[in-house]
């Protein structure tokens, strides 16, 4: 059974740092692009950054640009999304997600075939 278990998330003030954690389970992790999406109160579920399974090649969303990192260590079966100089906009719902095929298009959902249950985000003003 596949499980991916996000972790790290928490109330942080404007300015301040939050790393994300993403264990997965149940799947040969080096064979998986990795991907961690967010979802705001009212508004849709929004890419923010994707890394290939080499760990060579990562995406971001414009939004978030030159502030987050995301990062892998395969040995440990984890992603990491480092999280810095934070914005209340960046205030949200964390999901990672796993897609198998070889895909392009790491930005949308539809390629994922595993997703974790969400880790809440909170940067205050």
């Known amino acids: 059974q596949v499980q991916l278990v996000e972790s790290g998330g928490g109330l942080v003030q404007a300015g301040g740092s939050l790393r994300l954690s993403c264990a997965a389970s149940?799947?040969?992790?080096?064979?998986?692009?990795m991907g961690w999406f967010r979802q705001a109160p009212g508004k849709e579920q929004e890419f923010v950054a994707a890394?290939?399974?080499?760990?060579?090649?990562?995406y971001y969303a414009e939004s978030v640009k030159g502030r987050f990192t995301i990062s892998r260590d395969n040995a440990k079966n984890t992603v990491y999304l480092q999280m810095n100089s934070l914005k209340p906009e960046d205030t949200a719902v964390y999901y990672c997600?796993?897609?198998?095929?070889?895909?392009?298009?790491?930005?949308?959902?539809?390629?994922?075939?595993?997703w974790g249950q969400g880790t809440q985000v909170t940067v205050s003003s």
């Open positions: 149940g799947l040969t992790f080096s064979s998986y692009d």
């Open positions: 997600a796993a897609a198998y095929r070889y895909s392009s298009a790491l930005s949308s959902r539809q390629v994922y075939d595993y």
């Open positions: 890394i290939w399974r080499s760990g060579v090649s990562t």
